[in-house]
C-alpha cells in the first residue's frame, strides 16, 4: 500500500445518463427523482460532466470502466469477451479467445434463418446453469473446445481454447429484435477455422436447447425459451499493468456484473462479492454500498456499481430509471452516514448514458461530482446532467479521473524533476 492514509471511493450508476423525458415534463429520470443524498453530495463538492472516452463517443460498460481505471482503451482494451469469462470464474489461459453471451429467444425465419425474438430469453433469471450443463456438452469441434459457463440473469461467457486460433472473429448476436442471426464471419483468413467451429457450436447448441427440459417447462408457464446462445464481443486477454503498480494504490472492486469482476482480475484488485447484489431490479443496493465500505478497510481506492439503471435504460422504462436512481441516492446516504470526507474523497457518476428514449448506450456525457479530501467546492447544489454542467470541473474524459484521486489522495508521483 502506498505512502498516504486517505481513501477514495467512487459509486457507478451504471447507464445514469439520459435524455429528456416528456413524461417527466422534458426532465431527464435523474433530475425528476427527489435526490436529497445526492443534492448533499454535490452541494460540497466540485461537479461538471464526463465523457467516459471522449465527446459524443458511445462508450461499452467495458471501455468505460477501462478509463475510469486509469487505463486508456484505444491503447489497453482486446474486446470484452475475456473479461466477461474471467469475471464468471472461468479460466483463461494464453491463446484461448473470450466472448461475452446473451441466452436468447429465437423462431424459425424465412429461408431457414433464426429470428431473435428476444435478445435476453424473457431476461431468465432461474435454471440457467442447468442449461449451461447441457452447452456444455457440445465440442470438442474440428479439435477446438468449448467452456460455456453461465452469469448473471440472460448473460454467460465462452471460452475456445485450441491450437492456433485468431480472434478476429464477428459477432452472432444482431443486436436488434426481428432480425436474424448472423453467421460469424471471419475478419482476417487466419480467423476462418474458428468461424466455422463456432458456428457449428451455436447450431448445435440451438438444437439440443430447443428441446431441453428447462425450456420445455418455461413454454408451458408461458414463458419465453433460452433456446439459443448469441456470442460477441470476442477478443484475448488482454496485458494490463496491475492496478497497484499502475496508480501506486491498492485497488478494489464491488460490483455485480461478470465484465467488470474480470477486469479487477486481471488487474490484480481486491474483488468482493457484496450479499444479495445480484445486477437486476430487485438487489440488494444497501448491500452493495455496506460492501464497499468494508472494501475501504483494505484498498486505498474502490470502485462500486448499480447495474440496475442501465437495465431500465435498455428496457425504455422512464419510471423504472427513476426509480433505480432512489437506489441510487439511498447508497449515498449510506456513504455519507459512514465515511469521513475529511480523510475520503468520494465520487459518484455512470459509466455511460442508457437513455430510455433510445434504449442503447450513447454519447451523452454523464454528470460527476468528487466531494472531501482535498476538494474545492462549487456553487453547484444540485445533482443532474444540467446541473453539474455548471461546476467547476466543466468536462472532463473518463481517463482525467484516475488522476484526480491518486493527486488528492496523495500518491500521485511528480512529472518532472
Not at 391 to 407: E, F, H, K, S, V
Request: glycine share 12%; aromatic share 4%.
Amino acid at each position: 500500500m502506498g505512502r498516504s492514509s486517505y481513501r477514495a471511493l467512487i459509486l457507478i450508476g451504471d447507464g445514469l445518463g439520459d435524455r429528456p423525458v416528456a413524461e417527466f415534463d422534458g426532465q431527464t429520470p435523474l433530475e425528476a427523482q427527489p435526490t436529497p443524498n445526492l443534492d448533499a453530495l454535490a452541494a460540497m463538492g466540485e461537479c461538471g460532466l464526463m465523457d467516459p472516452i471522449g465527446v459524443g463517443v458511445p462508450a461499452g460498460s467495458d471501455t468505460a470502466h477501462f478509463a475510469m481505471l486509469g487505463y486508456d482503451p484505444h491503447k489497453y482494451y482486446t474486446g470484452r469477451g475475456p473479461l466477461e469469462a474471467l469475471g464468471v470464474g472461468l479460466e483463461v489461459q494464453k491463446g484461448d479467445i473470450g466472448f461475452r453471451c446473451n441466452f436468447s429467444t429465437v423462431k424459425p425465419g424465412p429461408k431457414g434463418r433464426l429470428i431473435v425474438t428476444d435478445r435476453r430469453a424473457g431476461r431468465i433469471k432461474t435454471r440457467t446453469d442447468e442449461l449451461a450443463r447441457t452447452i456444455n456438452g457440445v465440442g470438442p469441434i474440428d479439435g477446438i473446445q468449448f467452456i460455456f459457463r453461465e452469469s448473471v440473469e440472460h448473460r454467460g461467457a465462452l471460452i475456445m481454447r485450441g491450437e492456433g486460433l485468431n480472434d478476429g472473429l464477428t459477432d452472432a448476436d444482431p443486436h436488434k429484435e426481428g432480425q436474424p442471426v448472423r453467421p460469424v464471419r471471419a475478419k482476417r483468413p487466419e480467423a476462418r477455422r474458428a468461424a466455422a467451429a463456432l458456428n457449428t457450436w451455436i447450431a448445435e447448441v440451438h438444437k439440443l436447447l430447443q428441446h431441453d427440459p428447462v425450456n420445455q417447462e418455461r413454454r408451458k408457464q408461458r414463458k419465453r425459451p433460452a433456446n439459443i446462445v448469441l456470442p460477441r464481443g470476442c477478443g484475448v486477454a488482454p496485458h494490463l499493468p496491475p492496478f497497484k503498480e499502475h496508480t501506486n494504490a491498492s485497488g478494489g472492486l464491488v460490483v455485480e456484473v461478470g465484465l467488470i469482476k474480470g477486469l479487477g482480475r486481471f488487474l490484480r484488485m481486491n474483488v468482493l462479492d457484496a450479499p444479495g447484489a445480484n445486477g437486476s431490479y430487485d438487489t440488494d443496493h444497501l448491500s452493495l454500498a455496506r460492501t464497499a465500505l468494508e472494501a475501504l478497510r483494505k484498498s486505498q481506492i474502490v470502485l462500486c456499481n448499480l447495474k440496475a439503471p442501465d437495465l431500465a435504460g435498455h428496457d425504455g422504462n422512464a419510471e423504472k430509471k427513476r426509480e433505480t436512481v432512489a437506489k441510487l441516492d439511498e447508497m449515498v446516504g449510506v456513504l455519507l452516514g459512514s465515511l469521513d470526507l475529511g480523510k475520503t474523497v468520494l465520487v459518484v457518476t455512470g459509466d455511460h448514458s442508457t437513455p430510455v428514449s433510445v434504449k442503447d448506450h450513447s454519447g451523452d456525457p454523464l454528470p460527476i461530482t468528487i466531494a472531501g479530501h482535498g476538494v474545492r467546492a462549487d456553487d453547484v447544489r444540485e445533482f443532474g446532467e444540467r446541473p453539474c454542467a455548471q461546476g467547476n470541473l466543466a468536462r472532463i474524459r473518463g481517463t482525467d479521473i484516475m488522476p484526480i484521486l491518486t493527486n488528492l489522495i496523495g500518491v500521485a508521483e511528480k512529472f518532472g524533476a
